[in-house]
């Protein structure tokens, strides 16, 4: 008997879906798309084990461009129904797709307990800090200060940080990620997709009709090196296009050096992604202009993931006759009527 051949390998058109993309010309959403795409069959995952959960938006629109299983769900619930995803079918890798307004206004404590809980979640935030598929409105992302049509005085909310969200929940995995970035992007998804338990990739997205040039600094090719930094564990925080510039530590306060290029100071601070959360949140307040924009991955633990958990609690629930319902009601503390 002829042995049956092995399926050819997986390319990045497997992953691409019949669908009419449905996004503006030039809009970010096309850069990360194509990124998920080709990294997918390098993580040689059959595509019907593959899952991709949405909320409402802009970016939500991902499933139908993928050529997997999918839900288009309601506003702001993916993180809930992919963790009930996920703990029915733990062989199943689940992505959740989401936007700052979506993820963080009405599916804030969705996301939160999703983090907490370490869920095997791959969660993508596209953040362009603006609400795109309603037309404009400030989102929770929005600086201070913003001028939209729901705002037109300008936002006087404070803005939400997702990474400061996602660290002070302890997630495992928090990293951001820009989409003119492309081949770094490509690693994060990569990064984030063989993290065990919850990963939080946030990814600064442009929305050139209602919010455009958000990020232009740390997305322009000519200004992107001097206005982020890339986290590098074990490697020290050293930027600009010249490489002459570091963070360090003084008295606990971060603050930037410049010094001769290729000769970095013995005190500038080392990347460590396997610190405690109060390294990584610190990292979440380097901010222009003062300073540069971290980019990488600002924490990776390891910890037992939730769905893991759960299935334990149930092999430790079974006992002798559970599957007897009559054993069942006349074990243990029962009474009886006369």
Same mark, same amino acid.
């Given at each position: 008997?002829?042995?049956?051949?092995?399926?050819?390998?997986?390319?990045?058109?497997?992953?691409?879906?019949?669908?009419?993309?449905?996004?503006?010309?030039?809009?970010?959403?096309?850069?990360?798309?194509?990124?998920?795409?080709?990294?997918?069959?390098?993580?040689?995952?059959? +595509? $019907?084990?593959?899952?991709?959960? %949405?909320?409402?938006?802009? %970016? =939500?629109?991902?499933?139908?461009?993928?050529?997997?299983?999918?839900?288009?769900?309601?506003?702001?619930?993916?993180?809930?129904?992919?963790?009930?995803?996920?703990?029915?079918?733990?062989?199943?890798?689940?992505?959740?797709?989401?936007?700052?307004?979506?993820?963080?206004?009405?599916?804030? @404590?969705?996301?939160?307990?999703?983090?907490?809980?370490?869920?095997?979640?791959?969660?993508?935030?596209?953040?362009?800090?603006?609400?795109?598929?309603?037309?404009?409105?400030? *989102?929770?992302? =929005?600086?201070?200060?913003?001028?939209?049509? *729901? *705002?037109?005085?300008?936002?006087?909310?404070?803005?939400?940080?997702?990474?400061?969200?996602?660290?002070?929940?302890?997630?495992?995995?928090?990293?951001?990620?820009?989409?003119?970035?492309?081949?770094?992007?490509?690693?994060?998804?990569?990064?984030?997709?063989?993290?065990?338990?919850? *990963?939080?990739?946030?990814?600064?997205?442009?929305?050139?009709?209602?919010?455009? @040039?958000?990020?232009?600094?740390?997305?322009?090719?000519?200004? +992107?090196?001097?206005? =982020?930094?890339?986290?590098?564990?074990?490697?020290?925080?050293?930027?600009?296009?010249?490489?002459?510039?570091?963070? +360090?530590?003084?008295? @606990?306060?971060?603050?930037?050096?410049?010094?001769?290029?290729?000769?970095?100071?013995?005190?500038?601070?080392?990347?460590?992604?396997?610190?405690?959360?109060?390294?990584?949140?610190?990292?979440?307040?380097?901010?222009?202009?003062?300073?540069?924009?971290?980019?990488?991955?600002?924490?990776?633990?390891?910890?037992?993931?939730? $769905?893991?958990?759960? $299935?334990?609690?149930?092999?430790?629930?079974?006992?002798?006759?559970?599957?007897?319902?009559?054993?069942?009601?006349?074990?243990?503390?029962?009474? $009886?009527?006369?």
């Amino acid at each position: 008997m002829t042995p049956a051949a092995a399926p050819a390998p997986l390319t990045r058109k497997d992953f691409v879906s019949d669908q009419m993309v449905r996004w503006c010309p030039g809009c970010g959403d096309f850069a990360i798309l194509a990124q998920v795409q080709k990294t997918m069959p390098e993580l040689g995952v059959p +595509r $019907e084990k593959v899952v991709f959960i %949405s909320g409402i938006g802009c %970016s =939500s629109r991902f499933p139908y461009y993928m050529n997997t299983y999918g839900f288009h769900t309601i506003h702001g619930r993916a993180p809930a129904i992919a963790t009930g995803l996920k703990c029915a079918r733990p062989d199943l890798q689940v992505w959740v797709v989401t936007g700052d307004g979506d993820g963080l206004s009405i599916g804030g @404590n969705h996301l939160l307990h999703a983090i907490r809980r370490n869920v095997d979640l791959n969660i993508l935030l596209f953040n362009n800090r603006i609400y795109g598929l309603t037309k404009g409105q400030a *989102s929770p992302t =929005s600086e201070k200060g913003k001028v939209t049509k *729901s *705002s037109p005085m300008g936002t006087i909310d404070r803005p939400i940080h997702p990474l400061r969200i996602a660290i002070a929940a302890e997630g495992t995995f928090v990293a951001r990620a820009v989409d003119t970035d492309v081949e770094h992007l490509c690693k994060m998804v990569e990064r984030a997709a063989k993290h065990k338990g919850t *990963s939080f990739l946030e990814i600064y997205q442009n929305c050139l009709v209602f919010n455009d @040039n958000a990020f232009e600094a740390v997305e322009n090719r000519a200004t +992107r090196e001097d206005a =982020s930094v890339k986290l590098e564990h074990g490697k020290p925080l050293i930027f600009g296009r010249n490489k002459d510039k570091g963070i +360090r530590l003084r008295n @606990n306060k971060p603050e930037v050096v410049t010094f001769e290029a290729g000769k970095p100071p013995a005190d500038l601070l080392v990347h460590d992604e396997h610190a405690g959360p109060e390294y990584a949140y610190l990292l979440t307040h380097l901010e222009p202009p003062e300073f540069p924009v971290p980019l990488g991955v600002f924490r990776q633990v390891q910890e037992p993931a939730y $769905e893991e958990l759960m $299935e334990e609690q149930i092999r430790a629930a079974a006992v002798p006759g559970a599957d007897d319902l009559g054993k069942l009601l006349k074990g243990g503390e029962t009474w $009886e009527v006369k």
